[in-house]
């Protein structure tokens, strides 16, 4: 595999950190320092803390380690509450937790809201709201996806409608989010700023555009549950398969490094902030043990496929570096690397599938239909955004974690009292016994999520204990999306060659990278509105 010749800047800058570098909150940005210029945030999606400690260690990630020699490593820092990639990806781009951005998962209900096909908003209010692979045009009456850009469009039978002044409104991903993004405020704060960020839905991550709709200038179109006409499979069917999608936003990156636009066909000013993420080590650690995906012990030793993804990772961001290096652009670039989740177990000791219990706990109660006709769970063809489903049922999501919408919130004192006399692990427990487990509702969760009387919050949350995922698929062993320690620890490097290196074990969030992006850019961070609700402060070691 081919590796990159660091640039001497960041060579000579890590010689500085070994003559005086230290850790704590002391600002480490040298005085005479170029200015930022440019933000390039990269979301390695599952990358923990500890990857990055194994395997610069292991010196088996040289790329990320250049990084480290010239920037603060924060091995503290933690998704805030909840690490799905919508939550997760809000947090770095707002400064803002669920409780200001609205977004949950990408699957999710909002009490307000009507269906797509009730374009009068004269029905039954309440919709399931799934912003995925679904949302573009391929996925119409739950057609296939065909295409890498989604077929080109929205799918309508993804968009649901809002009553606004009596008016009938469509709330497109944009409309969605409840805050503004860093790539709103810096062009509006900016003359002749440009963003761009590329993801691995088409056209379900739309809201980073935030409520004006127009945050980021170049938003890739790029499907990662597209089939590939090559193999005739999607993106995520195997790690190696993952690296030709990631491949793919790499290149973007490189294009906007040189001066083009993400597809290389036309001249373009290099963003003022941009980004991606990677989607092959999350694919890797969801893989079963048995086929060498995830890890060989508790301290995070990483099976084959997860070595050779981050191995993969690393020479791409070498290849980032190498470019920024040629194009004079690196001492002018601040480089984020980070991850909008975990992923977890990473102990495959603690794994525990016994099925999706609660889903069946809260229906056999009574709280949803017991059949499972509720929101977008029964839909005609058995695919997402499909142009049917039902309005106004409640709905419940699950993964590592339980969202769960009542169909009637008087219920939620009940709901609460049966899910704690079935704790336990044996169906049909819903293994939620354990240390680090909870069952969040009332006023702590209005608290901590907002009030679920406005629509969007949950009623309930239950975090079951560390290992549990509520599947029986006997194809992944690994997910994320919940507060288990696996799925919030992540990686956070803030990188500059002029920084001298820092290891900084504070407490940090990820919410903190958006007003720290602001504050590099010389701007007011409280021009987000999430960091002004929540209060968000700048990471912690740096001076700009």
Known sequence: MKRYLLPLTIVATGVLSA????????????SSAPAVAHVLLISVDGLHEQDVAHCIAAKTCPSIAALAQTGVNYTNASTPGLSDSFP????????????????????????????????????????????DETVGIDSVNGGARIHLDGGGTFNPQAIPHVKVNGNCMPVFPHDYIQTNTVFEVVKANLAGA????????????DWLNGPSG??????????????????????????????????????????????????????????????????????AQKATNASGGGYTDATFTPGVQV??????????????????????????????LTAKHGQ????????????????????????????????????????????????????????DLGLIWLKDQRQVAAAVATLNAN????????????????????????????????????????????????????????????????????????SKPSIIAQTNTAMVMTTQVAPTI??????????????????????PGLSF
Request: charge should be negative; hydrophobic fraction near 35%.
């Open 214 to 283: 127009k945050g980021v200038d170049d938003l890739a179109r790029t499907e990662i549950n597209s089939v590939d006409a090559a193999t005739g499979t999607e993106y995520t069917d195997k790690f190696a398969h993952t690296e030709k999608f990631d491949d793919m936003h790499v290149q973007a990156i490189l294009n906007q490094i040189d001066g083009k636009n993400s597809t290389g066909t036309s001249a373009a000013a290099v963003p003022t902030v941009f980004g991606t993420n990677f989607q092959t080590l999350s694919v």
């Open 19 to 30: 003559c005086g570098g230290g850790s704590g909150d002391s600002s480490v940005l040298l």
């Open 307 to 336: 070595s050779a993804s981050i191995a993969y990772v690393d020479t791409a961001i070498g290849k980032v570096i190498a470019e920024l290096s040629a194009k004079n652009l690196l001492t002018s670039t601040l480089l984020v």
């Open 344 to 399: 977890s177990p990473a102990d495959h000791s603690t794994l525990v599938k016994n099925g999706d219990t609660l889903t069946a706990l809260v229906q056999s109660s009574g709280y949803l239909d017991a059949a499972g006709n509720w929101g977008q769970n029964a839909t005609a063809t058995g695919n997402l955004n499909d142009g049917t489903g039902l309005s106004g049922t409640g709905i419940i999501q699950t993964d």
């Open 518 to 539: 602001l504050t590099s850019l010389k701007l007011d961070p409280n021009l987000l509105n999430s960091v002004k609700l929540e209060g968000t402060s700048v990471l």
């Open 423 to 494: 704790l336990g692990c044996t169906v049909p427990g819903i293994c939620a016994n354990g240390a680090g487990a909870s069952i969040l509702s009332g006023a702590a969760l209005t608290a901590k999520f907002g009030d679920p009387a406005s629509g969007r919050t949950p009623d309930i949350i239950v975090q079951p204990n560390p290992g549990v995922i509520y599947t029986s698929s006997k194809s992944k062993d690994a997910e994320h999306g919940g507060n288990a320690p696996d799925d919030s620890h992540v990686a956070l490097i803030v």
């Open 88 to 131: 997760g990806l809000a947090a770095l781009v707002t400064g803002g937790s669920p409780k200001t951005t609205g977004l949950f998962y990408d699957v999710s209900y909002d009490r307000t809201l009507y269906a797509p096909s009730d374009t009068a908003c004269a029905g039954v209010q309440g919709w399931n709201v799934v912003f």
């Open 194 to 205: 440009r963003t761009a960020w590329a993801d691995k839905h088409a056209w379900g991550y």
